[in-house]
């Protein structure tokens, strides 16, 4: 079984940064996917970006060019690095675990970030 646990949210000034992590411990297959969704309040969760084995990433719109996403397979942990904060990026941040051609997803149990003016 795979276990994820998000590390890093917090509070921060609009135009700050913050840096979230995710390890992913367990019976770790691979191929897999990992990454972020978030969920706002009153809002349905969304993907936020996502990493596979090969490094290849896929962003939502709204935080291309200002969150990075990068993973370091020897930890099993994926890393969000978020700058030029928005108010509207205050959400819950959920890490992801998915194996490639699998329905398996497992979900972390999220870390609040949130932005203030």
């Known amino acids: 079984q795979v276990h994820v646990v998000e590390s890093g949210g917090g509070l921060v000034q609009a135009g700050g940064s913050l840096r979230l992590s995710c390890a992913a411990s367990g019976h770790i297959f691979s191929p897999n996917t990992m990454g972020w969704s978030r969920q706002a309040p009153g809002k349905e969760r969304e993907m936020v970006a996502l990493m596979n084995s090969d490094d290849v990433t896929n962003y939502a719109e709204p935080v291309k060019g200002r969150f990075t996403i990068s993973r370091d397979n020897a930890k099993n942990t994926v890393y969000l690095q978020m700058d030029s904060l928005r108010l509207e990026d205050t959400a819950v941040y959920y890490c992801?675990?998915?194996?490639?051609?699998?329905?398996?997803?497992?979900w972390g149990q999220g870390t609040q970030v949130t932005v203030s003016s």
């Open positions: 992801l675990f998915t194996v490639t051609g699998t329905p398996l997803k497992i």
